[in-house]
């Protein structure tokens, strides 16, 4: 099973959006996990918050693919 890690970048790939890529950022486990992503309709950046199990369930099951581990501070 997949787990976050606290104060981590994460390249996905939805599988049930037509393979949209997102970002997910995380800080502590007590925070929420930020995504990050294009909108379908203009293609403008998105920002959306989702629960650690949440994240952690859509990888899981194959929703979302991780496709790698992005650096952290930019």
Known sequence: MFTLEERKRYLVEDKTDFNKEIVIKTF???????????????????????????????????????????EYNL
């Open 28 to 70: 502590t486990k007590q925070e929420p996990a930020f995504l990050g992503f294009d909108s379908k309709a203009d293609k403008l950046p998105q920002i959306d918050m989702m629960s650690w199990s949440k994240v952690e369930a859509k990888v899981s099951i194959g929703d979302w693919e991780v496709k790698e581990e992005l």
